[in-house]
């Protein structure tokens, strides 16, 4: 009998092309996927234990499914990822009703593991070296819709931030090679992709650790060289990787779109000093300045994280009109989350969740406020936009991305006028906007 096997994936873009690959592993001896738990006789949830949230939400998740194992047909129940490559054993104790834990190492070999288990019924833990990196060889079902794909173009982090527990989860920096990345590329691309969302802890840092050292403007031209690419976006890049041959080849280049995430996480240079990071105010506004000079159009996405052990009013204060000074585009906040294990978890002078939600709540409050005003400088432009389907709201309207936002984690464009079918690109006139969103006709 056909088993049919069901995933959930938790967290960020890496770990979802991490579940892709344990589906095309399954579906490649036999597994049918299904997205609907209640008739799955696997159900895996593949984790993410970054932050508290984080680790909640999965925890959470793993609970609510180890249900189906009592009101379903669901045989095994699997746990992958970051979660157990962190705390195995006292998972292994807490959580019998999962059969079967694998780290962010052990992936690739889950079909065997399976097997592994149906043979001994035991519970089994397959949380190693966490050193793997994969490539163009091994099977990926994707999960996105068919016209866009995130391309991780290494694995783990050498950056060694104090708040941050990557690194021993990840393992450090592994780029791929250029060539597995474009095999891999071209097999994406086969299947329809349009758009690649370029991946990894911290793109700018891609090739420094290969013998050959290629550089990311070169993987980008390689990419930019497939015809039915259209749009190529850089996620996750670091302040101090950012050159000036990827600012030109950003501003030159018609496929990269005009959009960069910038992870500065915070402006105040003690806080930057304690967090570990290797940019400092001046370098941070200088690029940023030399980004809006360079590529006006250029949208420019960023994180923070707020209540970091000894952050001031002062410090928090000098980051708020810093934010309202740059008037980012895109803006994610993380209130710090001290995590065993970590350098910020043993510094003195930690901060209260409550003042964490406060500065949290004003950071976003201001954002709201400075993204609707940046959209309103958008009515009238003409942007491109990748059609994605029908609004939630209603099946009267189509809905879209424009360049200048990234799957998932930016606004929609809702479009009011015009025909289009889904994976479409089309040129787009913006006639109204929110905080987050813009509403727009196509045109001809």
């Given at each position: 009998m056909i088993q049919k096997v069901s995933l959930v994936s938790l967290g960020c873009p890496k770990n979802l092309v991490d579940a892709e690959i344990?589906?095309?592993s399954l579906t490649q001896v036999g597994y049918q996927v299904t997205t609907d738990e209640k008739e799955a006789d696997v159900i895996i949830v593949n984790t993410c234990s970054f932050i508290k949230e984080a680790k909640q939400e999965s925890v959470d998740t793993i609970l609510d499914l180890a249900d189906r194992k009592h009101d379903a047909r669901c045989q095994l129940l699997i746990v992958s990822g970051c979660l157990p490559q962190r705390y195995q054993t006292e998972l292994a104790k807490e959580l019998p009703e999962?059969?079967?834990f694998i780290g962010t190492g052990d992936y690739p070999r889950i079909a065997e593991i399976i097997a592994e288990h149906r043979s001994?019924?035991?519970?089994?833990?397959?949380?190693g070296n966490p050193e793997f990196i994969y490539d163009d060889q091994l099977p990926r079902l994707p999960s996105s819709p068919y016209y866009t794909a995130y391309l991780k173009i290494a694995e783990g982090c050498s950056n060694r931030c104090a708040y941050c527990i990557i690194p021993t989860l990840r393992g450090g920096f592994r780029s791929r090679p250029i060539e597995s990345l474009l095999a891999e590329a071209r097999q994406l691309v086969a299947g329809g992709v349009k758009e690649l969302n370029l991946i990894a802890q911290d793109?700018?840092?891609?090739?420094?650790?290969?013998?050959?050292?290629?550089t990311l403007e070169e993987l980008i031209k390689e990419l930019a060289a497939m015809e039915e690419i259209r749009w190529i976006r850089l996620l996750y890049a670091y302040p101090d990787g950012v050159t000036d041959s990827l600012i030109e080849l950003i501003k030159n280049e018609p496929k990269v779109?005009?959009?960069i995430d910038l992870p500065i996480q915070h402006i105040s240079d003690p806080v930057l000093k304690r967090m570990g990071r290797r940019s400092?105010?001046?370098?941070?506004r200088e690029l940023i300045a030399k980004l809006r000079r360079e590529i006006p159009d250029l949208a420019i996405r960023t994180s923070l994280i707020v209540g970091f052990p000894g952050e001031t009013v002062e410090d928090f204060k000098k980051l708020l009109n810093f934010v309202e000074e740059t008037r980012f585009d895109r803006l994610g906040v993380f209130c710090y989350?001290?995590?065993?294990?970590?350098?910020?978890?043993?510094?003195?002078?930690?901060?209260?969740?409550r003042v964490k939600r406060e500065r949290h709540k004003k950071l976003m409050r201001t954002q709201a406020r400075l993204s609707f005003k940046r959209n309103r400088e958008l009515v009238n432009s003409i942007e491109e936009v990748l059609v994605e389907g029908y609004s939630e709201e209603t099946e009267l309207l189509l809905k879209g991305r424009s360049s200048r936002q990234a799957p998932d984690i930016d606004g929609q464009v809702y479009i009011t006028a015009g025909n289009a079918n889904i994976?479409?690109?089309?040129k787009l006139k913006v006639t109204d906007s929110s905080d987050y969103d813009l509403i727009g006709e196509i045109i001809t």
């Amino acid at each position: 009998m056909i088993q049919k096997v069901s995933l959930v994936s938790l967290g960020c873009p890496k770990n979802l092309v991490d579940a892709e690959i344990m589906l095309g592993s399954l579906t490649q001896v036999g597994y049918q996927v299904t997205t609907d738990e209640k008739e799955a006789d696997v159900i895996i949830v593949n984790t993410c234990s970054f932050i508290k949230e984080a680790k909640q939400e999965s925890v959470d998740t793993i609970l609510d499914l180890a249900d189906r194992k009592h009101d379903a047909r669901c045989q095994l129940l699997i746990v992958s990822g970051c979660l157990p490559q962190r705390y195995q054993t006292e998972l292994a104790k807490e959580l019998p009703e999962v059969d079967i834990f694998i780290g962010t190492g052990d992936y690739p070999r889950i079909a065997e593991i399976i097997a592994e288990h149906r043979s001994t019924g035991e519970q089994l833990c397959y949380t190693g070296n966490p050193e793997f990196i994969y490539d163009d060889q091994l099977p990926r079902l994707p999960s996105s819709p068919y016209y866009t794909a995130y391309l991780k173009i290494a694995e783990g982090c050498s950056n060694r931030c104090a708040y941050c527990i990557i690194p021993t989860l990840r393992g450090g920096f592994r780029s791929r090679p250029i060539e597995s990345l474009l095999a891999e590329a071209r097999q994406l691309v086969a299947g329809g992709v349009k758009e690649l969302n370029l991946i990894a802890q911290d793109i700018t840092a891609y090739g420094k650790d290969l013998p050959e050292a290629p550089t990311l403007e070169e993987l980008i031209k390689e990419l930019a060289a497939m015809e039915e690419i259209r749009w190529i976006r850089l996620l996750y890049a670091y302040p101090d990787g950012v050159t000036d041959s990827l600012i030109e080849l950003i501003k030159n280049e018609p496929k990269v779109c005009k959009y960069i995430d910038l992870p500065i996480q915070h402006i105040s240079d003690p806080v930057l000093k304690r967090m570990g990071r290797r940019s400092g105010e001046g370098e941070i506004r200088e690029l940023i300045a030399k980004l809006r000079r360079e590529i006006p159009d250029l949208a420019i996405r960023t994180s923070l994280i707020v209540g970091f052990p000894g952050e001031t009013v002062e410090d928090f204060k000098k980051l708020l009109n810093f934010v309202e000074e740059t008037r980012f585009d895109r803006l994610g906040v993380f209130c710090y989350s001290r995590e065993e294990g970590t350098p910020a978890a043993e510094m003195p002078d930690q901060i209260s969740e409550r003042v964490k939600r406060e500065r949290h709540k004003k950071l976003m409050r201001t954002q709201a406020r400075l993204s609707f005003k940046r959209n309103r400088e958008l009515v009238n432009s003409i942007e491109e936009v990748l059609v994605e389907g029908y609004s939630e709201e209603t099946e009267l309207l189509l809905k879209g991305r424009s360049s200048r936002q990234a799957p998932d984690i930016d606004g929609q464009v809702y479009i009011t006028a015009g025909n289009a079918n889904i994976g479409d690109l089309v040129k787009l006139k913006v006639t109204d906007s929110s905080d987050y969103d813009l509403i727009g006709e196509i045109i001809t």
